[in-house]
């Protein structure tokens, strides 16, 4: 028996292909679609404005792909959530849920792993296992949302897996979340983080979505962002920074440089000077992070002087800077951290 489709990763157009090769009217996708994404149903037998035929065909040709709680752990000091998720073929993920005055937000996976060896995030520490599907990506928000009976009002790619390297299905996520006809989530919400995969920025910039691109920069010379991020031997800083100015130039959006500091590697004000003259011109915001430590990584947080030195000496330069807030530390906070912990354990588990 062939395996089932995924019906949730399919956007309008692809599901009203999918109701005509069934011999069903068009009109049908969208009431499947709505489903799916406005009403967020997990099982067909809750789409009641179907036939009870078309639902029982519905179920034995396609699935509704989901992700499967696992656990959740709660900040006492901030009430973040942060999520455990388990996708198909039994791997763990993980989504964060932060409240903020403006509404919630929820940081999502792309990828089960990662493949691009940051040496400050522990998302990477055991390699890519698989791109998450764009029904995975959803449901990360779907989820939560059931789970605090809240909506979600801004969306950050910035959890586990880099989200250019999961280009298809990150972009039908982009356009599925921001469809009136499901979520509507504004594109002006969401946030996409990556390292720097410049021909991928350079194809995102054609779509000309409204999202926030943030550039993993975290140095301001190549030899410095090779010792952090493997990326920089195949990327350099002008090239990255060039794809930068191409997006702003195809979309209008301003760019966020994120920037971890490091203790006594990034983080003394010669570095912030360097870092001013290499943005200066571009239309930018820089979102310092002080690093969250990591115990198989030996890098340590600058401490609290340090990074208030480093804000003032850009915003002397004329560069905008703020210091994010950290949220979740007591829950370990740092992407892939407690997805790491969750792996371990399982496989101690099937080791004994």
Known sequence: MSEKQDIKSYNLIELKEQMDSLGEKGFRAKQIYQWLHKEKVTSFEEMTNLSKSL????????????????????????????YLFEIKGG???????????HGNSVCISTQSGCRMGCRFCASTLNGLERNLTASELLSQIYAIEQDIGEKVSNVVLMGSGEPLDNFDNV??????????????????N????????????????????????????????NETRKSLMPIAYKYSIDEILN????????????????????????DSVEEAECLADLVRGINCHVNLIPVN???????????????????????????????????????NGACGQLRNEAMKGRKEETDV
Do not use: W
């Open 55 to 82: 639902r029982t065909k519905l179920k034995e040709i396609y699935e509704i792909r989901s992700v499967r709680p696992v656990d959740v752990l709660i900040s006492k000091v901030d009430g973040t959530r942060k």
């Open 91 to 101: 791997s763990i993920i993980e989504s964060v849920l932060m409240r903020y005055h």
């Open 171 to 188: 972009v039908k996520f982009i356009q599925m979340i921001s469809d009136e006809n499901g979520a509507n989530l504004s594109q002006r």
């Open 190 to 221: 969401i946030t996409l983080s990556t390292c720097g995969i410049v021909p991928k920025i350079k194809e995102l910039a054609e779509k000309h979505f409204q999202i926030t691109l943030a550039l993993s920069l975290h140095a301001s010379d």
């Open 243 to 266: 794809a930068c100015r191409e997006y702003f130039g195809e979309t209008g959006r301003r760019i966020t440089f994120e920037y971890s500091l490091v203790a006594g590697q990034n």
């Open 293 to 331: 430590p990591i115990k198989e990584r030996n890098f340590t947080q600058s401490d609290k002087k340090a990074v208030e030195q480093f804000k003032s000496r850009l915003e002397k330069n004329k560069i905008n800077a703020t210091i994010r807030r950290e949220m979740g530390r007591d829950i």
